[in-house]
Nanobody
Framework: QVQLVESGGGLVQPGGSLRLSCVSS????????MGWYRQAPGKEREMVAT???????TYADSVKGRFTASRDNVKNTVYLQMTDLKPEDTAVYYC?????????????WGQGTQVTVSS
C-alpha cells in the first residue's frame, strides 16, 4: 500500500517562508512524476509544481520565482520550498505521485497539509 505523507504546513505571515515535505512509503518503483497541488476554500484543486524524474520542475504562473520544488528520486520524496508567501497562497497543499508502471497507471495522493498566510 503506497502512502504519501506531507508535513511542514502551518501559519506564516505574508512575506514569510515554509518548506513542505512529502515522504512516500510502500512503493517498489520510482515514481514517474511527483508534485504538489493545492486547494483553497471554494476553489478547484490546482497544480502548483511537478517534477518529472530528474528534470527541472514545472510551476504554476502564480508561484514562479517564489516556490521551488525538488525531489529525491532514490527516496521517492518531494519538497516544496515556498518563499515570499502571499495570503492567496493559503490552501491545503497535497502531494501527488503518478505515472505508469508495467502498463498500469497510478495516481497517489497524500492527505494534505494546511498552509495559512495571514498577518
Amino acid at each position: 500500500q503506497v502512502q504519501l505523507v506531507e508535513s511542514g504546513g502551518g501559519l506564516v505571515q505574508p512575506g514569510g517562508s515554509l518548506r513542505l515535505s512529502c515522504v512516500s512509503s510502500g512503493s517498489r518503483f520510482r515514481f514517474d512524476v511527483m508534485g504538489w497541488y493545492r486547494q483553497a476554500p471554494g476553489k478547484e484543486r490546482e497544480m502548483v509544481a511537478t517534477v518529472v524524474g530528474g528534470h527541472s520542475a514545472t510551476y504554476a504562473d502564480s508561484v514562479k520565482g517564489r516556490f521551488t520544488a525538488s525531489r529525491d528520486n532514490v527516496k521517492n520524496t518531494v519538497y516544496l520550498q515556498m518563499t515570499d508567501l502571499k495570503p492567496e497562497d493559503t490552501a491545503v497543499y497535497y502531494c501527488n505521485a503518478n505515472g505508469v508502471y508495467v502498463r498500469y497507471p497510478y495516481d497517489y495522493w497524500g492527505q494534505g497539509t494546511q498552509v495559512t498566510v495571514s498577518s
